[in-house]
């Protein structure tokens, strides 16, 4: 059974940064594409990036491209995502995913049928 449990969200003032991560088990990690979305409240889910097996080539929302950095160590089972100049609308539950497929290269969150229970980011003003 797949398991992912994020880890480093929390209070951080405007402008600030945090890294995420996301620690995977349960099959070959390094094999399969990972995602990250969050979802504001009262809000949907929402695509933030993604990254293919071998790390060499990522995929942002265009909205947040230049701020995210997303990044994953195989050795460790582990994918990141760097948040730099963070506003106040990244608030939101942050959460890593992955698909049955592990070639799947996109935004649409159906594709993604695992997901970890999310982690709080929270940027005061």
């Known amino acids: 059974q797949v398991q992912l449990v994020e880890s480093g969200g929390r209070l951080v003032q405007a402008g600030g940064s945090l890294r995420l991560s996301c620690a995977a088990s349960?099959?070959?990690?390094?094999?399969?594409?990972m995602g990250w979305f969050r979802q504001a409240p009262g809000k949907e889910r929402e695509f933030v990036a993604a990254?293919?097996?071998?790390?060499?080539?990522?995929y942002y929302s265009d909205s947040l491209k230049g701020r995210f950095t997303i990044s994953r160590d195989n050795a460790k089972n582990t994918v990141y995502l760097q948040m730099n100049s963070l506003k106040p609308e990244d608030t939101a539950v942050y959460y890593c995913?992955?698909?049955?497929?592990?070639?799947?290269?996109?935004?649409?969150?159906?594709?993604?049928?695992?997901w970890g229970q999310g982690t709080q980011v929270t940027v005061s003003a």
């Open positions: 995913a992955t698909g049955i497929i592990a070639t799947i290269w996109t935004r649409m969150s159906q594709y993604y049928h695992y």
């Open positions: 349960g099959r070959t990690f390094s094999s399969y594409t």
């Open positions: 990254i293919r097996w071998s790390g060499s080539d990522t």
